[in-house]
């Protein structure tokens, strides 16, 4: 006690006792209140953060519906950022790459599984984008959920995702069963019962199950659909005239459905039909009446040649397809044809087609109608080289390549440009350097693929395919090609590694029982057992495989006719041989049937 205390009353001293208790207790409190404050900051933004990534996820939804990519890219990508552990913050992020069509999409919704249950549109979406990365297994599974929950029965659209799955894995009853469950609902729209004849045809076209019927009893389906003026009578009526030009297996000697004329009145009178669907019409009725070829181009050339960009530019590519060149550039001179990027090329490519290069070059090089860089040193390399000026075409082709440097869609136009014309060190630049822009590009990873296949680089291709399982590790496509790959680089008149080859056995033995009609899984586990030196076992891989003929590759054919020989069928062997392309084989291929 101070000495200024003795001076306090009794009184006075219980006050400022009780005061200092006072002060102690609300400091005490503050303290306390700090304290849980800091414990509490944390739950409390994590909850407002919860919040934004949901308010964003649900903007981007929005915005995906709308198909407003770009928004709906910001909102996802910031509902990601803000909560990466949100089930509708990943929800968003899966749905968006699943639209564009990106195989990252199936990480994000198998994240998204393992923290709430999918809904069935998530299941849809997750099979959907399988399906277009070739990921049979994944997509499966999103199906079998799909059919297998107990939340409602399946809908149409889940059924065709089912005959899609089935069609993949060419079990033909299954999709058979599908198709037929979709056109039996009562609520199946149109353009599902559309897609499920379709489905039933797939079958016939692959030589699938007898229970489908035959060709007729689809196209009597295909003509019921036809019946209106909707999109889906016009996508019908298309599908009837693609029929009549190429005749289905079993179906060329039978009279059409839909008589032809009655097809063509109805593609030309149906009030959504475009100039590119009347021509189609057309075509039919050249067919049916081929002596009037002539008066038949004549009037179809009448009829659109002083129509809008659009009409004509669809009559100069209709030309062109026919090979009527000259026609085409009577109706589109290069006055008309500066109007626009599309009847330009249009009219570029038909004088290339009368190889009239110095005509191209001339024009090219005047700059009479602004092309893009790449576009414009493609084309003048294709110039060069069929005037037999290398230089000239590889300092283009250099160019285009320069113009084009980390620009997707450039380099990708490029690699296609130089692939169809044989410029194949150049389409594999092009393809290399997309793939560096955009590594999970399928477009750019296989074009790279097939340039390597062209020049014949076995190892390299191998090479190749074991960077892409990186990328795409349940592709069955891909896990075939390596470990088919890796059978070819086996080194020839040396035992082969027992354990290996085991396993690349192994791993076809379970691609065919996943996929029993895939031509090559079984090639794979037919081309194992030949390397175990076990003929007799390899050509009964081949037992009760029906294949259409234009289904058969260079590749699995080398196959089938080095187990034929093996087996002693020398006679059938050297009958396939005649038939086989050998520029379109690798090598090792070829050394397989090399004694044939």
């Known amino acids: 006690?101070?000495?200024?205390?003795?001076?306090?009353?009794?009184?006075?001293?219980?006050?400022?006792?009780?005061?200092?208790?006072?002060?102690?207790?609300?400091?005490?409190?503050?303290?306390?209140?700090?304290?849980?404050?800091?414990?509490?900051?944390?739950?409390?933004?994590?909850?407002?953060?919860?919040?934004?990534?949901?308010?964003?996820?649900?903007?981007?939804?929005?915005?995906?519906?709308?198909?407003?990519?770009?928004?709906?890219?910001?909102?996802?990508?910031?509902?990601?950022?803000?909560?990466?552990?949100?089930?509708?913050?990943?929800?968003?992020?899966?749905?968006?790459l699943s639209r564009a069509g990106q195989?990252?999409?199936?990480?994000?919704?198998?994240?998204?599984?393992?923290?709430?249950?999918?809904?069935?549109?998530?299941?849809?979406?997750?099979?959907?984008?399988?399906?277009?990365?070739?990921?049979?297994?994944?997509?499966?599974?999103?199906?079998?959920?799909?059919?297998?929950?107990?939340?409602?029965?399946?809908t149409p659209a889940d059924l065709l995702l089912a005959a899609e799955v089935a069609t993949r894995q060419r079990e033909f009853d299954k999709v058979s069963k599908f198709a037929e469950q979709v056109l039996a609902d009562p609520g199946t729209t149109r353009q599902d019962q559309l897609r499920a004849i379709m489905a039933l045809d797939g079958v016939l076209q692959n030589g699938g199950a007898s229970s489908v019927g035959d060709p007729k009893q689809v196209e009597t389906r295909l003509v019921e659909i036809a019946q209106g003026d909707d999109d889906v009578a016009l996508e019908a009526l298309v599908v009837l005239a693609h029929r009549v030009l190429n005749p289905p297996p079993g179906g060329k000697d039978a009279p059409p459905t839909l008589p032809a004329g009655e097809l063509i009145a109805r593609i030309d009178h149906h009030p959504l039909a475009k100039p590119s669907h009347k021509l189609l019409a057309t075509e039919?009725?050249?067919?049916?009446?081929?002596?009037?070829?002539?008066?038949?181009?004549?009037?179809?050339?009448?009829?659109?040649?002083?129509?809008?960009?659009?009409?004509?530019?669809?009559?100069?590519?209709?030309?062109?397809?026919?090979?009527?060149?000259?026609?085409?550039?009577?109706?589109?001179?290069?006055?008309?044809?500066?109007?626009?990027?599309?009847?330009?090329?249009?009219?570029?490519?038909?004088?290339?087609?009368?190889?009239?290069?110095?005509?191209?070059?001339?024009?090219?090089?005047?700059?009479?109608?602004?092309?893009?860089?790449?576009?414009?040193?493609?084309?003048?390399?294709?110039?060069?080289?069929?005037?037999?000026?290398?230089?000239?075409?590889?300092?283009?082709?250099?160019?285009?390549?320069?113009?084009?440097?980390?620009?997707?869609?450039?380099?990708?136009?490029?690699?296609?440009?130089?692939?169809?014309?044989?410029?194949?060190?150049?389409?594999?630049?092009?393809?290399?350097?997309?793939?560096?822009?955009?590594?999970?590009?399928?477009?750019?990873?296989?074009?790279?693929?097939?340039?390597?296949?062209?020049?014949?680089?076995t190892k390299r291709v191998h090479a190749i395919l074991i960077e892409l399982l990186k990328l795409w590790p349940n592709d069955t496509a891909l896990q075939n090609d390596e470990a088919y790959a890796r059978l070819l680089l086996l080194p020839p008149g040396t035992k082969p590694d027992a354990d290996e080859l085991k396993s690349i056995k192994s791993l076809a033995e379970a691609l065919v029982l996943e996929e029993p009609a895939s031509l090559p899984h079984r090639t794979l586990l037919a081309l194992a057992l030949l390397k175990q030196n076990r003929p007799s076992d390899a050509l009964a891989v081949y037992t009760n495989l029906t294949v259409p003929p234009n289904a058969i590759s260079a590749s699995a054919a080398a196959v089938h006719v080095a187990v034929l020989a093996a087996s002693g069928q020398t006679a059938d062997a050297n009958q396939e041989f005649k038939r086989i392309p050998m520029d379109k084989l690798l090598p090792e291929e070829r050394a397989l049937i090399a004694n044939l």
Request: with cysteine; charged share 25%; aromatic share 6%.
């Open 103 to 154: 195989s990252d999409a199936l990480s994000f919704w198998k994240d998204l599984a393992s923290k709430t249950s999918l809904t069935r549109e998530d299941l849809r979406e997750e099979a959907r984008v399988a399906l277009q990365a070739n990921d049979t297994p994944a997509a499966d599974e999103a199906v079998r959920k799909l059919l297998g929950t107990p939340d409602g029965k399946p």
């Open 284 to 457: 039919v009725e050249i067919l049916q009446h081929p002596d009037q070829r002539e008066q038949i181009e004549q009037r179809t050339i009448d009829h659109w040649k002083n129509g809008s960009n659009e009409e004509l530019f669809a009559l100069a590519a209709w030309l062109y397809r026919h090979g009527e060149y000259q026609r085409e550039l009577d109706v589109l001179p290069l006055e008309r044809a500066t109007q626009t990027r599309e009847l330009f090329l249009q009219h570029v490519d038909a004088l290339g087609a009368l190889g009239n290069w110095n005509a191209i070059r001339k024009i090219l090089e005047s700059e009479r109608f602004p092309l893009d860089p790449v576009i414009e040193h493609m084309y003048l390399a294709r110039c060069y080289a069929m005037q037999g000026q290398q230089q000239g075409a590889d300092n283009n082709w250099q160019r285009a390549l320069q113009e084009a440097a980390g620009d997707l869609n450039k380099l990708l136009t490029l690699g296609e440009y130089a692939e169809k014309n044989g410029a194949h060190q150049v389409a594999g630049t092009a393809y290399d350097a997309a793939a560096t822009v955009s590594p999970k590009s399928r477009t750019a990873q296989l074009g790279r693929l097939r340039e390597v296949y062209a020049v014949g680089d």
């Open 1 to 96: 006690m101070s000495e200024a205390d003795f001076l306090l009353t009794p009184e006075e001293l219980l006050l400022r006792r009780r005061r200092r208790r006072r002060i102690l207790i609300i400091a005490l409190a503050v303290l306390l209140l700090l304290v849980s404050g800091v414990f509490a900051i944390k739950p409390a933004r994590n909850a407002i953060r919860g919040l934004q990534a949901r308010r964003h996820a649900r903007q981007a939804f929005v915005f995906i519906d709308q198909q407003k990519w770009g928004q709906a890219r910001d909102e996802a990508t910031a509902a990601y950022q803000l909560r990466p552990d949100e089930p509708q913050a990943i929800r968003a992020v899966a749905l968006l």
